[in-house]
Structure formats: C-alpha cells, structure tokens
C-alpha cells in the first residue's frame, strides 16, 4: 500500500489503541475543537545522542529525510535547497495549511484562529493534508520526500514511523534571540510567492559564546512593493509558538535521537557559511558544483 494510504488508515486506526492517542481523538471528535491540537503534555526525559544512520536505505527508492527545528530556524530554505539537489519534492506541512486557509473553504475561520494563535492543528487534520498531497505527488510520479514541519507531535512521528522508514531527521538549531528576529524579519512576496528577510542578525560574542552574523535576504526590487507578513509572525505569537515547539516537538527529537535517526545541526550563520557546512555533514559535498556551494 502507497505511504500516504498507510498515513491515512493508521492516522484513523490506531487512534483506539494507546490511551493518549484515544482521549485525542475524543477531543478532536467535537466539532469546535476538531482541528486544534489537544493541550501539550510534559517531554519525556532527554537521552544520548545514538550513532547516526545516514544510509539511504536502499538504492531503489529516494530519500525520505525529515527537517525539525524551532520556528524560524531555516527549515524551509534548507529543505528546499536539498530537494534540488536530490531531486525529490519539498513538503513543507506550513505551506500546505496556508494553501487551505487561502482556498477559503468551510474551515477557513477556525483554521486561521488556530495558525494565527501559533497553536498547533490536530493531528489528524495535518495528517489528512499531507496524505493529500503524497497522493497528488505520487499521482506525478513523484517518489522520496524532505519533509518540513511534520512530525510536530509525537503522535504524528508514531504515525510516521509506523507506517514508513524516515532514513534521515535533521535537527537544525539557532539561538532564541536569532529565531525571533528572523521570523519577525520575514517576508513573502505575495505575486511569486518568493521568501525573504529583512532582519539583519549581528550578535556579538559575549561570555564565551560566538558571534553570529546573518545578512538579510532581500527581494528583488520587482518583488519590493508586494512583500507581506505572515500574521503568525509578531513577537507574541512568534514567542508562543517557541513554546509550543518545546512542549510538542522537543519530544519529537527525543524520538528520533532514540532510533539513532538524528542528526543535530548548530547553524553557524547566515546561508554561505551553513549550506557548505551541512552539505559536508550529510556527505553530500563531493556531488555539489563548487560554484553552487558557495552561492
Ligand atoms: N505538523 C503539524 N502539526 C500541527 N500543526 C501544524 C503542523 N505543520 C504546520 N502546522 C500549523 O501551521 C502553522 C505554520 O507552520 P510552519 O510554517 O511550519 O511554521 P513555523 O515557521 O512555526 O515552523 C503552525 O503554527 C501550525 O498551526
């Protein structure tokens, strides 16, 4: 069976087995609060780092890498980045929620509450979107995966893991003062839908810990008049969604960390100093033209 069927049928199925997953989806049963997630439960405590996987699994099938990280940390640049080189689709979890608030359908309302309070959906809604789109890829032929955004629960890597083998997690990691001003520098262009940043990050070195410097990633001027923000992205809810983060998702990196899958990456800047940096972590710099690397 197709992953995004298996997504689906576990999604629904195993939801009556563990006892979290049942009052879950007790609570997703009312209609009021059938997209938002249930409240957080505490992390499990943290363990060691597990020798790291990097195999591709196989050579029959392509990549299926997952990318964590706090809000504004680089997910979807990097993500991206990777999906071209690898030639395989970029499935940012953000992006799929955004495109079914902007169709304006019946759930629109609560859904932009939701998204707009830096709370997460149900489980059970992102996994239908995603299931969605795989099956709209695979439909294309399309095959691997670098997810962005997803798992955010536990509950959703459960899911995952149970029903597919993620060969690879990412763990990106940026300090709290840089993530909140790259997300409140952040800006889209809302014709070409291009993602940019205005902040420029200049942090110090100070008791011992390394500067930082991160160049805004400016528009083009054609792009210059039409840039928006994201209305997740002001202080507060930028500030509650780091919150939820270490509520929801901590647990996740303690997931993946257990099954030897994660890799812990420190951003040492801006994108020409980590791009080259993580080709080299994930050993995939020897594939890269010298001049793509540096740009
Ligand atoms: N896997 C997920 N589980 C639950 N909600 C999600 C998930 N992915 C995205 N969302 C919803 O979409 C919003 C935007 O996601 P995203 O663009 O990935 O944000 P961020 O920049 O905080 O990483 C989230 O705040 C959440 O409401």
Redesign the pocket.
């Known amino acids: 069976m197709a992953v995004l069927n298996r997504l689906l049928f576990t999604a629904r199925t195993t939801a009556t087995s563990p006892s979290s997953i049942r009052s879950a989806l007790r609570h997703s049963s009312s209609p009021t609060n059938n997209l938002q997630?249930p409240s957080p439960s505490p992390s499990p405590p943290s363990t060691d780092q597990n020798q790291l996987h990097l195999s591709r699994s196989g050579s029959e099938r392509n990549v299926q890498w997952v990318f964590l990280?706090?809000?504004?940390?680089g997910?979807?640049t990097y993500a991206a980045r990777l999906s071209k080189l690898l030639g395989v689709p970029h499935i940012?979890?953000?992006?799929?929620?955004?495109h079914e608030l902007a169709s304006n359908g019946p759930l629109s309302s609560q859904l932009s509450e939701?998204?707009n309070q830096?709370?997460?959906?149900?489980?059970e809604?992102?996994i239908k979107l995603?299931s969605k789109r795989l099956e709209a890829g695979e439909a294309k032929g399309e095959s691997g995966f670098i997810l962005?955004?997803?798992?955010?629960?536990l509950r959703?890597a459960e899911i995952l893991e149970g029903v597919t083998d993620i060969d690879l997690v990412i763990n990106l990691k940026l300090r709290e003062e840089a993530l909140i001003a790259k997300?409140l520098g952040?800006r889209i262009c809302s014709q070409c839908g291009g993602n940019y940043n205005v902040a420029c990050i200049d942090i110090k070195s100070e008791n011992g810990l390394p500067g930082m410097y991160m160049a805004p990633l400016l528009p083009p001027t054609s792009c210059e008049s039409k840039l928006i923000t994201?209305p997740?992205?002001t202080e507060e809810v930028?500030k509650h969604?780091l919150h939820?983060?270490n509520e929801?998702s901590r647990p996740v990196e303690v997931f993946y960390r257990n099954r030897g899958k994660l890799l812990e990456f420190d951003l040492p800047g801006g994108i020409p100093e980590s791009w080259p940096k993580l080709l080299r972590a994930l050993h995939l710099d020897v594939h890269e033209d010298k001049k793509t690397i540096a740009a």
């Open positions: 997630s990280g706090c809000p504004g940390v997910k979807g940012a979890t953000g992006d799929l929620v955004r939701i998204v830096g709370k997460l959906v149900s489980d809604f992102i995603l962005d955004g997803f798992p955010r629960t959703q997300c952040r994201r997740d992205d930028v969604r939820v983060y929801m």
